[in-house]
């Protein structure tokens, strides 16, 4: 296993909450730390595995919020103190990737890293890792921030595009801008032009470049987080951290560095993806039924059913008859029923059964 590099690292990001999957995703138990697709794996030991490929697993820190420190340790039992970076306060990806790469930094100078989300679903890991070790030898030698783009299938209106330089002949491609998430017109003329990529959320670069690009920047969040590197990788980081980590401005990666700088590169991924951020965009990866149904755990009995997303406790019996499209999922006191053409509304009924039946059930 030593034959990895040891200067590759890699930032897993695992603080959200991913209340779109409630509810199995719930705040003490978010969607990273479920089997959401029934694989006997849950998204956050997939993520690892397969950044463990590439990247020493030693190198791989974990970045999540203080209330699931345990849960990461459960799950990822291979880790260490020194490799998990709590947040105590929910501040959005700047600041805590900037914390990360400073940490990084200070134990290796010649550090160059990713940042991955730990929710997402991609199954072809070999290349996967291809395309990231493409991007950490352009990040070796060159002052890049790189970002892997997905190739659109469709006008999708969730996500932000990358748009490249159309005359690009290499694999990787100089990024003109980001363009916030479209309405569906929008959407499909970035489709027809043929240089826009769906903005996956996956970054590379080294520790010198993003920590620069950090205080070019971002000066006062950088100087914030810089007034602790005397203390990063000690005994004294957490009260540091515990006492300056909320004076942090709430701000995204994207908007903080990615929007902001020039040299920024894009390299459009050669492997399938998707973000799982809904029970729909779950259902497209599930196998089916001849009906199309997806079920995830369950025994089930269907009549005059199509197209519906089911998940129960592992091997209950479920009897659906007469539904088609619909989102079923069973879990402890909850049981959702509902239609997936108005899965982004999960959001705003989670608010309402809270506000209703008490904050225990979100």
Not at 145 to 166: Q, S, V, W
Not at 220 to 236: D, H, I, M, P, Q
Not at 291 to 307: I, Q, W
């Amino acid at each position: 296993m030593n034959s990895k590099n040891k200067n590759y690292y890699a930032i897993l990001m695992a603080g959200g909450v991913g209340s779109r999957f409630w509810p199995v995703s719930t705040q003490d138990f978010p969607k990273q730390f479920h089997d959401m697709l029934g694989t006997g794996d849950t998204l956050i030991q997939k993520t690892f595995h397969r950044l463990a490929q590439l990247i020493p697993e030693e190198n791989i820190f974990i970045l999540t919020n203080e209330r699931y420190n345990d849960l990461v340790f459960e799950q990822l039992p291979m880790v260490t103190k020194r490799q998990v970076v709590l947040e105590p306060a929910m501040r959005n990806t700047a600041p805590c990737i900037l914390y990360a790469s400073l940490k990084i930094q200070k134990e290796n100078e010649d550090a160059v890293m990713i940042v991955a989300p730990s929710d997402h679903w991609i199954e072809d890991k070999q290349a996967f890792s291809d395309n990231v070790k493409t991007a950490f030898d352009y990040c070796e030698s060159n002052d890049a921030l790189m970002t892997l783009g997905i190739t659109p299938t469709f006008p999708n209106t969730g996500y932000g595009y990358i748009e490249y330089d159309k005359s690009a002949t290499t694999e990787i491609k100089s990024v003109n801008q980001f363009r916030e998430k479209p309405d569906y017109e929008t959407a499909k003329s970035f489709i027809s032009q043929g240089n826009f990529l769906w903005n996956a959320g996956i970054f590379m670069w080294s520790a010198k470049t993003v920590v620069a690009a950090f205080k070019n920047n971002q000066p006062k969040l950088y100087e914030l987080f810089e007034k602790g590197y005397s203390v990063y990788n000690t005994e004294f980081e957490d009260d540091f951290i515990k006492e300056n980590y909320e004076k942090a401005e709430n701000i995204s990666v994207d908007y903080a560095l990615m929007e902001k700088s020039e040299n920024v590169f894009v390299i459009p991924a050669t492997f399938d993806w998707n973000d799982l951020g809904t029970w729909g965009s779950l259902y497209d990866k599930l196998d089916k039924d001849e009906n199309s149904n997806a079920v995830v755990n369950a025994k089930t009995l269907l009549e005059d059913a199509n197209g519906n997303m089911i998940r129960s406790k592992k091997d209950k019996v479920v009897v659906v008859d007469g539904l088609k499209d619909y989102i079923i999922v069973d879990k402890d006191e909850v049981l959702l029923i509902f239609p997936k053409v108005k899965e982004q509304e999960i959001k705003k009924v989670l608010q309402k059964v809270k506000a209703k039946f008490g904050e225990s059930l979100g």
